[in-house]
Each structure stands twice: as structure tokens, then as C-alpha cells.
């Protein structure tokens, strides 16, 4: 048994998480609002990253999802990420 994570996969499992996450708030929106497209772009410093020195201090994980209409319409999907790409 471990006692204790590896700095590196305490990096990915977060990951993970918020990869799922991000799916799953996409998903939801998708169904209860019977959206024709949902994007979800989630952006956060995780503290573990930050405490154990695995990257660079203010790192910032990002993770999207992309259903409907921002998957399949490339005109959509560019706007949505001119959009984004603004606000930083």
C-alpha cells in the first residue's frame, strides 16, 4: 500500500478530474436546456501544483468541451474561440 502520492501523479489525477468536470457541466447544460451547442472551458490553478513545486509556479490547467454545434460547425467553433481568446 502507498502512503504517500507521487507529486506527479497527484498532478495528473487532478487533471482528471477536471477533465470529467468539464464534461460533465457541458453535459448537463447540453440536456436541460436542449442546446443546439454547449462549449465549456474551464481554467484553474490547482494548490497541489503549486505546493509540491510540480510546474512552474501559476500554472494554469485548461480544459474544454466542445458538443453540438461547436463540435461540428467549424464557423461556430471559431467564433467561440476568437471569444475566448479576447477576454485574456
Known amino acids: 500500500m502507498k502512503t504517500a502520492l507521487d507529486p506527479r501523479e497527484t498532478w495528473w489525477w487532478w487533471r482528471a ?4 468536470l ?6 448537463i447544460i447540453m440536456n436541460k436546456l ?3 451547442g454547449v462549449a465549456v472551458v474551464i481554467e484553474a490553478e490547482h494548490l ?3 505546493m509540491r513545486g ?3 509556479q501559476n ?3 485548461i480544459t474544454s468541451t466542445l458538443l453540438g454545434a461547436f463540435r461540428t460547425r467549424q ?14
Open 48 to 50: 497541489c501544483m503549486r
Open 34 to 36: 436542449d442546446a443546439l
Open 54 to 56: 510540480v510546474e512552474k
Open 22 to 27: 468539464t464534461n460533465q457541466i457541458a453535459t
Open 17 to 20: 478530474v477536471q477533465e470529467r
Open 75 to 88: 464557423e461556430t467553433r471559431n467564433e467561440f474561440m476568437t471569444l475566448i481568446r479576447q477576454r485574456s
Open 59 to 61: 500554472s494554469l490547467v
